[in-house]
C-alpha cells in the first residue's frame, strides 16, 4: 500500500516558509554567514583564526556558524566579508515587476 505525500513548493526562503518574523533580513544574513562559513574552508582557517580576522571571539564565531547570528546587524556581517578580502557591493535597480515591492537578493562571486 502507498500513501500520498503532500508537497508544497517554498518560496526559496526558509525563514519565510515557517512565518518567522523579519524573514527576509534572517534569510540575507544566513546566506552571508554562509559564505563566510565557505570561506573559512577554503582557507582551511580555524574558529580562532576567524575570530582574529573579523574581531571577535572563537566561540561568537562558533555559536554564529553554528546559526545564531541573529544578533548581529547585516552592516556587521558585511563588514565580516571585508575582512575576507571581499568588496561587499550594494546595486539598486528597478523592479522588473512594477507594483510589486522589490526583493533583496545575495550574491558571491566563488573567486
Not at 582557517?45 to 562558533?62: D, F, H, R
Request: aromatic letters at 8%; zero cysteines.
Amino acid at each position: 500500500m502507498t500513501r500520498k505525500i503532500r508537497v508544497e513548493v517554498g518560496s526559496g526562503n526558509v525563514f519565510a516558509d515557517l512565518g518567522l518574523p523579519d524573514a527576509e533580513s534572517h534569510f540575507l544574513k544566513a546566506q552571508i554567514v554562509s559564505e563566510i562559513y565557505r570561506l573559512t574552508n577554503v582557507r582551511k582557517l580555524t574558529q580562532a583564526a576567524v575570530g582574529k580576522l573579523i574581531g571577535t571571539t572563537q566561540p561568537e564565531v562558533s555559536r554564529m556558524f553554528r546559526g545564531h547570528f541573529r544578533e548581529y546587524s547585516v552592516e556587521r556581517l558585511m563588514g565580516f566579508l571585508t575582512a575576507f578580502d571581499r568588496d561587499v557591493e550594494i546595486v539598486v535597480r528597478p523592479r522588473k515587476r512594477a507594483g510589486k515591492p522589490g526583493r533583496i537578493t545575495f550574491t558571491a562571486d566563488a573567486a
